[in-house]
């Protein structure tokens, strides 16, 4: 009788373990991290083999070189959020699924911070790998001696980013009743209306410290060449009139994280079966 009696914490963390374990199994069978992966890929490797085949040369600084290849990680970011968390609870509810998975013993809280960590491992995953290439690649380029301390930097304020993108499709597909509604409103939200927004305050001088897309350009503004320009969501728009600052975005980023993540586990489990 005992061996059966729920343990909380025990029992929560190991449910949460399978839940983790079967989201990512569900990601490898619907090939969505081998898509992201392909793209993590090729996306740096563009710049590495397209400038000898046109007779170009190489960044001056290895620096220089990451800031232009790296311009391009927030909108992978974006991506790699919206695949892996767009349907991780409006799924539920729009397959029916959740009938059988939210009548089990396993409480609702661990279901849904099992479904929000295996987002968000996938994402850093395919991250992890944009920055191993970039890494190799500016090795290969200017010697090891190349690669600095703002580089490591660069990834863990893309690892940050990576959360508070995940936490923003998380709430949507909390409270969406359409899969491809959620995912498609949490991509557009931080691919264009964001850094619309962005732009719109940048044009009226006042500083949008308080976007999470703005404090995004930290990822590339840190290893001392960003400008803010250039191409990725939150930079195309922005006319870079105030640039983010580092422990401000720092602590945006985590607030847009902590928040959304408890905002959209609250809406979840208030949501009923329809």
Known sequence: M???????????????????????????????????????????????????????????TANGFAASNLGFVNLLIILSGAIFTGDSISGEFENKTGLLLFSTPQRKSSIFTGKYIASLIATWLIVSLYYLITIMEMASIYGASGISVEIAQSFLL?????????????????????????????????????????????????????????????????????????????QGFNLTVFKPDLWSGISVMSAYTVILFLTGMVMADRRKME
């Open 2 to 60: 005992d061996a059966d009696r729920y343990i909380p914490g025990v029992d929560d963390f190991k449910n949460m373990y399978l839940t983790i374990k079967f989201e990512m199994l569900k990601h490898i069978k619907r090939k969505r991290i081998l898509l992201t992966l392909i793209l993590a890929i090729l996306i740096p490797l563009i710049f590495f083999i397209v400038p000898p085949l046109l007779g170009q040369g190489y960044a001056d």
């Open 158 to 234: 893309a690892l940050l980013y990576s959360t508070s993108v995940v936490s923003i499709v998380f709430l949507f597909s909390s409270i969406m009743k359409k899969t491809i509604t959620s995912t498609l409103i949490g991509f557009f939200l931080l691919m264009m209306i964001l850094p619309i927004i962005t732009a719109v305050f940048t044009l009226a001088e006042v500083d949008p410290w308080f976007i999470v897309t703005h404090n995004a350009d930290l990822i590339t503004n840190v290893i001392g060449t960003g400008n803010g320009g250039g191409f990725g969501p939150g």
